[in-house]
């Protein structure tokens, strides 16, 4: 074979192939969570009872300018049912803006009733959440650690019905499930519960049920303070801190228990920006602990199926990547199909991948399903609005997924959150058209020629890909504007 184009176009096809088959496993290790989530959904955990002396927590609550939502959060510790001589609370405030004056106000109040509460303040912000975590970890006086994000809303009972399952000397953390205070705000949040309900029913509950490395989320859950430090502590270097530590806590012997019975909403991202922050940090941050954690995972003298999953669990976001690549490859693939017959048949063979879009939608029905969250998301509707924005994002995910693995450090940039504040009147949202929007707005045009020529060469083989492409990144782009739109009147109007 002497055809150079012919050879570029097999390796097109091998890569094409290798990144497919990377997606169908993925979706295969989904699906064997799903049956153990399954086989023991009716399975309860055992009833811990309360030691005689409730054990001291300290409850810290990590804040960096968060003037919409503070506040909420620390009425709802104040009505914690938990003895008040029995725990404390403990804001890490590293904000810069009245944020600190609303955390004034509120512990002064929070004092009032008797509960002891007190404000920690760095010189610096160095090392972000994480580093606040570590630095206020010595102030803690309990032996117990409960952690909440500032948008989350724990209930009364939260302490009390999470405190028990520490009565088992070697459980280092209880994670509760997250539940949303606005998923039926629009469209982006109701197909944020798509991801967000199956990893805290399928995933979660699998991973926990069938013995595997299970993660604690970053809020609402509790650790037990010898479990940090045994574990070396809060590492700030990197985005996703609470992956990390929980991989070493269990690398070290350590449990972790699951306790989805225990619900404490949150506030989704309601606008593109918001959304895009937190998922670029997040599978920026797992690809960071994938390089750190692989080689300890893998060194580990733990069953190989817990090893398998723990793997798998890690290179979660490297989904992405494989999933942009493959759909690169499908427009010269559309052309190698129609320079050359063999192609045709080769790539038909490609449609037991296929199968990935059955396991998928399996996988994340159930967890839908399964999440017992109020609201109502209609399946029907937004699942295919969720996969195609998915896949749109697949560009930017890509991106930050291929800065972890390289070593490219950057700031922790927490989620904007809104409560009731309007997309163009939050101070924390000012979006910056940077490279990755234009490499969006390129790959749009990209994949609309996919369209294009399947029309041209009466080939409809990878029509529907091309479609979905299209379709996420069309959505993604056009929000993205109209959020620079919206902050660009926003900045007018108040100019006047």
Known sequence: MNDPLKI?????FTVYALTSVWLLLNSMVQLHLLWHFKRREKKRLPVQSLQPDLPFVSVQVPVYNEKYVIRRLLTALGKLNYPRDRFEIQVLDDSTDETSQIIDNEADWLRERGIHCTVVRRQERKGFKAGALQYGLSYCKGGLVAIFDADFIPDPSFLLRMVPHFSDASVGLVQAKWTHINRDQNSLTRIQTFLLDTHFSVEQGGRHQAGYFINFCGTAGIWRKECIEQAGGWDGEV?????????????????????????????????????????????????????KMMKPLLKAAVPVGKKLHGVFHLLGSFVFVCLLLNALLTLPLLVFRNLYPEFITLTHYTLVTSLNLVALTLFYYTGTKSSNSPGTVRFGTYYPLFL??????????????????????????????????????NAYLRPKFNGINLLEIFLFSYFFTGIVLSFYFGDYFMLLFFLMMVYGLGFIIAHTLMLFQQQSMALRTARG
């Not at 949150?266 to 606008?271: I, S, Y």
Request: with cysteine; hydrophobic share 45%; aromatic share 12%.
């Open 388 to 425: 195609v924005i998915y896949m749109g994002l697949s560009v930017q995910n890509a991106i930050a997924v291929l800065q972890g693995f390289a070593g490219k450090h950057s700031p922790f940039v927490r989620t904007p959150k809104f409560a009731a504040v309007k997309a163009g009147e």
């Open 8 to 12: 570029a176009g097999f390796v097109v």
């Open 239 to 291: 985005l996703s801190e609470d992956l990390d530590l929980s991989y070493r806590a269990q690398l070290k012997g350590w449990k972790m228990v699951y306790d989805k019975s225990v619900e404490v909403p949150a506030e989704l991202p309601c606008v593109i920006q918001a959304f895009r922050i937190q998922q670029f940090r997040w599978t920026k941050g797992m690809a960071q602990i994938s390089k």
